[in-house]
């Protein structure tokens, strides 16, 4: 059977992503066929694209993500049936594509309250913002957070789930349209970060304290600066490098008040089957318990890939961008 899949195979810009027709063989032992109905577009892809991560080999189809409906089964499957909805997430890449054979292991079924495309779109930045508000630092009550880029699809699940815990949240934003979104996520605070002195601003809203943790998704450009607003033992969260990769740092910088930094990467978090069950679990539950509220994504034609990276890179995602194969 053939499908189609977009192929990269030379690091570059958005039009090194070529639709093309990939051959797909039966899926094996434990292993299912699924069509896909919605692509998550992730920003790794287009770190993936350009080459700033060299780990996906060329030639190969990028995607980290997707939701689909199961149309085979290989031997020894049981936790799937042809025709289940179901999701998967992987650093193993190949979402990028109509259909993909998949380690089932990977795959989990979707519950019906949710559509494809919102599913989409949420399953990937709710994972994450489980893993950044219950592992990287533990949100709790009446603490003030600092969230950058707040109105980003990651960090506008991340503003709800920390207010869900109780915490005052700060956001920083690039406009007035962005500070809008993040204050009907739940942000406190605003700071205006390209016109503002972020770190001044978050020295007077926390009357010289500074805040409990940074949750950090734009790398070189505020890296530095979030270190200046932290309290004592205060957890700098860098989870993403939207701006460009962080400078080195000295561990002394640290030692000023006794702070921590973190880089924590999703997939090593959902290794084994139950990490990945604690996430899923938790993460339907968010949603039900209304928690976090699903993305409602744009969604674009498998075929316009390279346009949902330019939206990307261009700062100018709403918060969720799906792709979305000819059935
Ligand atoms: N560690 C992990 O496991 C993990 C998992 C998922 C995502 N991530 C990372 O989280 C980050 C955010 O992902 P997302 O899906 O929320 O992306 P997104 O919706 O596109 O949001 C990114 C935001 O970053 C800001 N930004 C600052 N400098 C930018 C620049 N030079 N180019 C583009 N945007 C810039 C923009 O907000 P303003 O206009 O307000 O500045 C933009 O809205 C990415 O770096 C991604 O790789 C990490």
Request: hydrophobic share 45%; net charge negative; with cysteine.
């Given at each position: 059977?053939?499908?189609?899949?977009?192929?990269?195979?030379?690091?570059?810009?958005?039009?090194?992503?070529?639709?093309?027709?990939?051959?797909?063989?039966?899926?094996?032992?434990?292993?299912?066929?699924?069509?896909?109905?919605?692509?998550?577009?992730?920003?790794?892809?287009?770190?993936?694209?350009?080459?700033?991560?060299?780990?996906?080999?060329?030639?190969?189809?990028?995607?980290?993500?997707?939701?689909?409906?199961?149309?085979?089964?290989?031997?020894?499957?049981?936790?799937?049936?042809?025709?289940?909805?179901?999701?998967?997430?992987?650093?193993?890449?190949?979402?990028?594509?109509?259909?993909?054979?998949?380690?089932?292991?990977?795959?989990?079924?979707?519950?019906?309250?949710?559509?494809?495309?919102?599913?989409?779109?949420?399953?990937?930045?709710?994972?994450?913002?489980?893993?950044?508000?219950?592992?990287?630092?533990?949100?709790?009550?009446?603490?003030?957070?600092?969230?950058?880029?707040?109105?980003?699809?990651?960090?506008?699940?991340?503003?709800?789930?920390?207010?869900?815990?109780?915490?005052?949240?700060?956001?920083?934003?690039?406009?007035?349209?962005?500070?809008?979104?993040?204050?009907?996520?739940?942000?406190?605070?605003?700071?205006?970060?390209?016109?503002?002195?972020?770190?001044?601003?978050?020295?007077?809203?926390?009357?010289?304290?500074?805040?409990?943790?940074?949750?950090?998704?734009?790398?070189?450009?505020?890296?530095?600066?979030?270190?200046?607003?932290?309290?004592?033992?205060?957890?700098?969260?860098?989870?993403?490098?939207?701006?460009?990769?962080?400078?080195?740092?000295r561990p002394s910088d640290?030692?000023?008040?006794?702070?921590?930094?973190?880089?924590?990467?999703?997939?090593?978090?959902?290794?084994?089957?139950?990490?990945?069950?604690?996430?899923?679990?938790?993460?339907?539950?968010?949603?039900?318990?209304?928690?976090?509220?699903?993305?409602?994504?744009?969604?674009?034609?498998?075929?316009?890939?390279?346009?949902?990276?330019?939206i990307l890179e261009a700062g100018e995602?709403?918060?969720?961008?799906?792709?979305?194969?000819?059935?």
């Amino acid at each position: 059977m053939r499908t189609d899949a977009i192929v990269l195979s030379r690091h570059g810009g958005p039009k090194e992503l070529v639709l093309v027709q990939v051959e797909l063989a039966e899926p094996g032992p434990g292993e299912i066929l699924l069509r896909h109905a919605a692509i998550n577009v992730n920003f790794h892809d287009t770190y993936v694209r350009t080459g700033q991560y060299r780990t996906l080999a060329l030639p190969g189809i990028p995607g980290l993500d997707a939701v689909g409906v199961v149309e085979a089964v290989g031997p020894g499957v049981t936790h799937l049936a042809v025709g289940d909805r179901a999701a998967w997430i992987s650093g193993a890449y190949g979402g990028y594509a109509a259909r993909r054979i998949l380690n089932a292991d990977l795959a989990f079924r979707l519950p019906d309250g949710i559509g494809d495309a919102q599913a989409a779109a949420s399953l990937m930045k709710t994972f994450t913002v489980r893993m950044l508000v219950k592992d990287s630092h533990r949100v709790q009550a009446g603490q003030t957070v600092l969230v950058h880029a707040a109105a980003g699809g990651v960090s506008q699940l991340l503003c709800q789930w920390c207010k869900a815990l109780g915490a005052r949240v700060i956001g920083t934003v690039s406009s007035e349209a962005k500070a809008e979104v993040a204050r009907a996520c739940g942000a406190d605070e605003i700071i205006f970060y390209r016109s503002e002195d972020f770190v001044a601003r978050v020295d007077a809203l926390t009357d010289g304290a500074g805040v409990a943790a940074v949750y950090d998704s734009v790398g070189r450009d505020t890296f530095a600066g979030s270190l200046r607003c932290l309290d004592y033992s205060g957890t700098l969260v860098n989870f993403g490098q939207s701006s460009g990769p962080v400078e080195p740092f000295r561990p002394s910088d640290l030692a000023v008040r006794s702070l921590s930094v973190t880089r924590p990467i999703l997939f090593h978090k959902i290794r084994t089957p139950e990490q990945l069950r604690t996430y899923v679990d938790e993460t339907f539950d968010a949603f039900d318990r209304g928690v976090v509220r699903p993305i409602d994504p744009d969604i674009l034609p498998l075929s316009r890939a390279a346009d949902a990276h330019r939206i990307l890179e261009a700062g100018e995602s709403r918060g969720g961008i799906v792709l979305a194969p000819d059935q």
